[in-house]
């Protein structure tokens, strides 16, 4: 009955405890992605090897992902087969996707470790334009769009501009 009034709330408490949940698990595991450059900062800077450093973490995920989802090879497999410029698109990407992260982590033994994560964090300031022009502005990129776009540029650019100073 609740429900049916103008104005109701139709979340129950099952709903409510979802939210609670998905909350929880991304604020966690944003906090996780972030600690992770505070250790890769440090790792960097006692071994100077982000190349081979990404390479053992990348094998590691791999590895994990293998054991995890073994019984779903074939399917993987089967999916490859059916769509090999797919696959080789998936491929790049993922190629690209680990030069970064060890250019990042790299930068991290020259640069303070929040700088290298405020500017690896900048990625919808790319993403966002070369959606609108790759994908046909499919996303209905907007104006509130456009705007945080700007706030976060300025944000990133005051951070970078004033970074050290007292």
Known sequence: RAA???GA???GPRDRSVIWVSLLFGVGSS????GSHIFRGSAVRLWNEPLLGATIGSGA???VLLLASRNKLHEYKQEVLGNRRGAWLFAAIGVLQ????TLVIGSMKYIPVSVAALVSMCTPLVVVPVSYFVLR???RLNGVM???ILITLCGTLTS???AGRS
């Open 4 to 6: 049916t009034r103008p």
């Open 9 to 11: 709330s139709v979340t």
């Open 31 to 34: 906090a996780a992605y972030s």
């Open 61 to 63: 995920a791999l590895l």
């Open 98 to 101: 680990f030069l970064a992260q």
């Open 137 to 139: 502005n499919e996303e």
């Open 146 to 148: 456009l705007v945080g």
């Open 160 to 162: 970078l501009v004033f």
